[in-house]
């Protein structure tokens, strides 16, 4: 399925799940009343494993050296609501806190990059080693619906947004050569020991949202385990960010743990 169509589809899900939960309401107290009655929460902890990627690995990335996925923690907590008397279908809606990213190295060709060599700033084409720290804290709000399989096993699937407080992406490169304004532009070599760093920070995002498909299976009488992938559906880098020449999707698997009550 393409990525436009799984957009519209989440999207029409949460449109659909907003509606699902006006109508069992009701417009009464009554109704408002039996809504809440015998809700589900979780408070729950975890961290995350993966990394922002680009779909797919294009043409300048030749070699990754290697990934370091960092301690990236999540503390957040669920709200349950099931619709029907068997509690076999329902609607959840998330809070956490979660900590996203990676360190990388990578040998590229003609790689979009913007350097600092001796407080200069140059821009064009490098060819040589790249390496790279992600860093974001995130504000992530997760609206899904709710699949009870049997009494130990819930799966969960829909949209979240998220928001940015902290953003980082710099490093440096090293071990090549820039050719400036494009790739016949003035060779400048770093050799040895010669390395040089960037800084695109101020251009990732504050704003994403993507798609969440999880599980959760009741391993105690209120301990849970908790596995959940997130996928981006934006780049982590504005749209008016042109130095990098491809889109990086965050693509992270939340392990974890709830209490529930």
Do not use: C
């Not at 969960?156 to 071990?175: C, I, K, R």
């Amino acid at each position: 399925m393409k990525l436009k169509s799984i957009k519209r589809l989440l999207l029409l899900q949460a449109f659909l799940f907003a509606v699902s939960l006006e109508s069992y309401a009701g417009d009464n107290v009554s109704g408002f009343v039996q809504f809440f009655r015998d809700m589900e929460y979780e408070v729950n902890a975890g961290t995350n494993i993966g990394g922002a990627s680009p779909l797919p690995l294009p043409a300048e990335i030749r070699k990754i050296d290697s990934y370091n996925p960092d301690l990236n923690l999540q503390i957040g907590a669920t709200v349950r609501r099931w619709l029907d008397a068997d509690r076999r279908w329902g609607v959840g809606l998330g809070l956490r806190f979660e900590t996203k990213g990676m360190r990388t190295k990578a040998t590229v060709k003609n790689y979009g990059m913007e350097i600092i060599d001796n407080g200069k700033t140059l821009k064009g084409r490098w060819t040589g080693r790249v390496q790279t720290k992600y860093h974001s804290q995130q504000l992530v709000i997760p609206i899904t619906a709710l699949y009870r399989l049997n009494r130990r096993v819930v799966f969960n699937a829909g949209p979240y947004l998220s928001y940015a407080f902290t953003n980082d992406f710099d490093g440096f490169v090293s071990d090549g050569y820039l050719r400036e304004g494009d790739p016949t532009g003035e060779k400048i070599s770093f050799a040895g020991d010669s390395k040089a760093s960037y800084d695109f920070g101020g251009d990732l995002r504050k704003f994403q949202w993507g798609g969440q498909i999880g599980v959760s299976w009741l391993a105690y009488k209120r301990l849970s385990i908790n596995a959940n992938l997130e996928w981006g559906f934006n780049s982590i880098f504005n749209s008016s960010f042109k130095t990098i020449s491809f889109s990086l999707y965050p693509i992270y698997l939340n392990l974890g743990f709830g209490y529930n009550f």
